[in-house]
């Protein structure tokens, strides 16, 4: 009689949620803006109780939870442009569904402390977002957008979201991270609806 396989962790009935936080890789980018999608999944990391010390389909990996509740981060490592080739080997190898999949990131086009949640949407103009709706062939899948607001002066956007946040942002910085960490658990525990309307708008 042959023995029933156990099934691999990517070939499970119950695919994992997958939060994609997006950014830069190396230690010159750490603190950036463009950056803030890594800050928030290690915050969320931090609170789940789980390390990023795997690399898997060009980015760092860290899994949290079990049965329907599963989740995996990640943190691409292609550089913010490129983004869409590890998150959609991810979605293929974990089998994630469109409707389990989040992806964090900064937006210039709302102000520093600002959530925005949505459900589905074009990538409005954000390279990162780009990649990933051309990689995956689809825009039907759940975005964090997380402030960092427009450059001031003559300042170029690139030139803004590849500087640190500034002193006084980096003051508030904390209590963003942790209020974007609680969204994306809401969005997980409670669906994208409730976590819009818990979050969105709220500065």
Known sequence: M????????????NPPYLIAGLGNPGPEYRENRHNVGF???DKLAEELGVKFTKVQNEAMVAQAGAGEGRVVLAKPRTFMNNSGVS???LVRFYKVPLDKLLVVYDDVDLPFETLRLRSEGSSGGQNGMKSIIQKLGSQEFARLRVGVSRPKGRMS????????FSRAEQEALP????RASDAVQTFINEGIVTAMNKYNGIE
């Open 2 to 13: 042959f023995r029933k396989r156990k099934p691999k962790e990517h070939e499970s009935n």
């Open 39 to 41: 800050m928030v999944v």
């Open 87 to 89: 998150v959609s080997q």
């Open 157 to 164: 956007t690139p030139n803004h979201v590849l500087q640190d």
């Open 175 to 178: 209590f963003v991270l942790k």
